[in-house]
């Protein structure tokens, strides 16, 4: 029990796993979508060989034992983060299912569909402001950033042209990789010019308010 209170320590969660004799509960999120997937509970040993294996485990109830979402049926869930709440008795599990979730075949145990993932825009604004923050030789968007702002800007000119060329053929795979490159383009001219995506959406917010 020792070496598992060290590898909590380590991550830097202060979890009271005796507040419910041994066990929080732990609420899972897809970490794309952000849609709730399901509720499982972890002990101090299904947390640590959540972190060590990078995939979820619980400690189930019904089986008295650690229990890997996926290993009967393969639909695994792949670790991206665990954070406690504020007072140290639940855990939020942000993963990415290899699969349905619950075990009726559903996307998740709540019976929702799960297929946005509009959710990504944030990680890759995350990784956007990082490479930002910390250029590298090998990065091109760090190569944009350091062009400065009227090369970012020439690029996202360049990119709506290129859509709206493709916008007149009727070749998916063309539009889709330019509608790619434009909103990939759009968000990098948004960090150099130091706006947040947050910022736009109050505007289309307030726009809708005024309908």
């Known amino acids: 029990m020792e070496g598992l209170k060290k590898r909590s320590k380590e991550i830097d969660m202060n979890i009271d796993f005796e507040k419910m004799d041994g066990l929080v509960p732990a609420i899972v999120q897809d970490a794309i979508s952000g849609v709730v997937l399901m509720q499982g509970y972890m002990n101090e040993e299904a947390l640590a060989v959540t972190q060590e294996s990078g995939m979820v485990t619980f400690f189930s109830r019904s089986k008295n034992r650690l229990w890997t979402k996926g290993e009967t049926s393969g639909n695994f869930m792949e670790l991206v983060s665990i954070t406690e709440d504020c007072d140290g008795d639940s855990i939020l599990v942000k993963a990415n299912p290899r699969g349905p979730v619950c075990h009726t075949g559903s996307d998740t145990c709540f019976d929702e569909v799960n297929s946005s993932k509009t959710g990504f825009i944030d990680q890759l604004r995350a990784i956007i402001k990082d490479r930002k923050n910390n250029p590298t030789d090998t990065s091109y968007t760090a190569s944009l950033f350091a062009k400065g702002i009227n090369k970012v800007a020439q690029k996202v000119g360049e ?12 070749n998916k795979e063309l539009f889709m990789g330019e509608a790619a490159d434009l909103l990939y383009h759009y968000l990098v001219l948004l960090e150099a010019k130091g706006y947040e995506l947050d910022e736009v959406m109050d505007v289309l917010i307030d726009r809708h308010k005024n309908k």
């Open 159 to 170: 990119e709506a042209v290129e859509i709206v060329i493709e916008a007149k053929d009727d």
